[in-house]
Antibody, heavy 125, light 110 residues
Framework: QVQLVQSGAEVKKPGASVKVSCKAS????????MHWVRQAPGQGLEWMGI????????SYAQKFQGRVTMTRDTSTSTVYMELSSLRSEDTAVYYC??????????????????WGQGTLVTVSS | EIVLTQSPGTLSLSPGERATLSCRAS???????LAWYQQKPGQAPRLLIY???SRATGIPDRFSGSGSGTDFTLTISRLEPEDFAVYYC???????????FGQGTKLEIK
């Protein structure tokens, strides 16, 4: 069965960086894109970006450009999300989510079919 | 950038009742780009509906999605106790690449 297992909670000071991992199992790692989505306390969901585990190409939401880096390690089927220059507003639960993309009857379908359990990142001085 | 607006913000209903949740887009969205998720407290979101109307694997048939253009609806025909949660719609955009969520509808027990 598909599983996405994320690293544990982190507490960071403002200005620091955090790196969250997401280990995939139960499917061919390089066959599906992986996304990162975050959720501030009591708030909604916010898409951060996407990585193609096959070639390593990435695309980031404009809001996070210059501060986020997504990488992968195909030998361990793990993707990473590093966020730098942390501020208090970055306090949130960070999720990895597998992206399903397919084409049927000339239409493309794009959604997140499996999610990690989430990693709480707290930014506090 | 397309903005998704969900209504109502909170919906108070009783088990057995019918729930109708709305997701309105600021511009026309291809139906195949629209998905719905359920999130319970302390849990990750769960995919319910993709392509506006296709149920994900294992989702009960009391959940249905409909709509096109700028107006989409998630309907729960008869509420079960486990359906009380927050629901999000989500759309895909290609130029620039972007995935956008609505702000969510909280479905609470009346």
């Amino acid at each position: 069965q598909v599983q996405l297992v994320q690293s544990g909670a982190e507490v960071k000071k403002p200005g620091a960086s955090v790196k969250v991992s997401c280990k995939a199992s139960g499917y061919t790692f390089t066959s599906y894109y992986m996304h990162w989505v975050r959720q501030a306390p009591g708030q909604g969901l916010e898409w951060m970006g996407i990585i193609n585990p096959s070639g390593g190409s990435t695309s980031y939401a404009q809001k996070f450009q210059g501060r986020v880096t997504m990488t992968r390690d195909t030998s361990t089927s793990t993707v990473y999300m590093e966020l730098s220059s942390l501020r208090s507003e970055d306090t949130a639960v960070y999720y990895c989510a597998r992206g399903e993309t397919y084409y049927y009857d000339s239409s493309g379908y794009y959604f997140f079919d499996y999610w990690g359990q989430g990693t709480l990142v707290t930014v506090s001085s | 950038e397309i903005v998704l607006t969900q209504s109502p913000g909170t919906l108070s209903l009783s088990p057995g009742e019918r729930a109708t949740l709305s997701c309105r887009a600021s511009q026309s969205v291809s139906s195949s780009y629209l998905a719905w998720y359920q999130q319970k407290p302390g849990q990750a979101p769960r995919l319910l509906i993709y392509g506006a109307s296709s149920r994900a694997t294992g989702i009960p048939d009391r959940f249905s999605g409909s709509g096109s253009g700028t107006d989409f609806t998630l309907t729960i025909s008869r509420l079960e106790p486990e359906d009380f949660a927050v629901y999000y719609c989500q759309q895909y955009g290609s130029s620039p690449l972007m995935y956008t969520f609505g702000q969510g509808t909280k479905l609470e027990i009346k």
